[in-house]
């Protein structure tokens, strides 16, 4: 069991946990993610990192309600526990296993949409760390949705906080405030991490290509099973087929074909579309076989 030090909603549907959880704590990297459990029956939930503290043994990871066993998991308060809490999975951040000095030369730009901002956080917070600053973007559908500003105004060089309404910061996408930072401010950038929904990421992509901008994305939206046993998580990434969450869940996100991975999104919501995933794709569907569905 671990226990839950602090839970609180950060903004509608979506909450903070800060969870008991040393082993975990002690080895996990930005990046990465972790598995969580309500209960011996609940669904498994795969949660990326979104900060932890070696000293105390804590990792904090948020939630955003999207079915039963999320709204499950929010209502869970400081002092209660999951059942399980399993990591640290995938692979960390290229920026956190890249060698430092090279890491310091580059000019680089993440790009948070939604959600996405809190794995943004502790990339941004170890490369401050490790003095280097870096410019960040928050994209929001509105004001109220904006998480993780001042926690992110701490450990970045300049935040830029965009909102779809125009509520706050800068009115439109997290694109037109690219634009704004190039073609305005005359910013250059070699490097862009960008996390949050995948239509998101793919339009930030072919900006950033025509750009000339090596870009990163995380494509943990898409992992289900977070074992890559199930086949949810399967993405082509040029000429190869990867998983999520088990090659990932980074990726170079010039060479992510997003249209297929969102298609196979919408597929995987029924036993129909499963069944059809797995006759079309055969032996490169999925990594075997996990009982949540995939291979029916």
């Known amino acids: 069991m671990y226990k839950i030090l ?5 903004a509608s549907n979506i909450f903070l946990m800060e969870v008991e959880a040393p082993r975990v704590a002690k080895s996990c990297e930005p990046g990465q993610f972790i598995i969580a459990k309500t209960d011996e029956k609940g669904e498994r939930i795969p949660l990326t990192i979104a900060d932890y503290d070696r000293d105390k043994g804590t990792v904090t990871v948020v939630v955003q309600i999207i079915g039963a066993s ?3 998991m929010a209502e869970l308060k400081t002092g ?3 059942e399980d809490f399993v990591g ?5 951040s290229d ?9 310091k030369k580059k000019k680089i730009l993440f790009v948070a949409g939604g959600l996405g901002t809190a794995p943004v956080y502790p990339q941004v917070k170890w490369l401050h760390e490790h003095g280097v600053d870096v410019d960040v973007i928050i994209g929001a559908k509105t004001k109220d949705l904006v998480i993780y500003e001042e926690e992110m105004k701490a450990v970045c060089a300049n935040l830029y906080v965009t909102t779809d309404d125009g509520s706050y910061g800068f009115k439109g996408m997290v694109t037109d405030t690219i634009k704004y930072l190039v073609n305005e401010e005359g910013k250059k950038y070699d490097h862009c991490v960008t996390i949050g929904p995948m239509i998101m990421m793919k339009f930030v992509c072919l900006l950033t290509k025509e750009l000339g901008i090596h870009t990163i994305v995380s494509v943990n939206p898409i992992m289900v099973d977070g074992t890559g046993m199930c086949g949810a998580c399967r993405v082509q990434v040029g000429d190869e087929v ?5 090659d990932g869940p980074e990726f170079d996100g010039h060479l992510v074909d997003f249209d ?3 298609k196979r999104q919408q597929m995987y919501k029924t036993q129909e579309g499963r069944a059809m995933l797995r006759r079309t794709e055969g032996d490169t ?3 075997g076989g996990c009982g949540c569905g995939g291979d029916k």
């Open 242 to 246: 990867k998983f999520a969450c088990v």
């Open 6 to 10: 602090r839970a609180e909603e950060l």
């Open 70 to 72: 999320t709204a499950e």
């Open 95 to 103: 920026l956190v296993t890249d060698d430092i000095e090279e890491v």
């Open 260 to 262: 297929q991975a969102m």
């Open 80 to 82: 209660d526990y999951l």
């Open 285 to 287: 569907h999925k990594n």
């Open 88 to 92: 640290p999975l995938g692979c960390p």
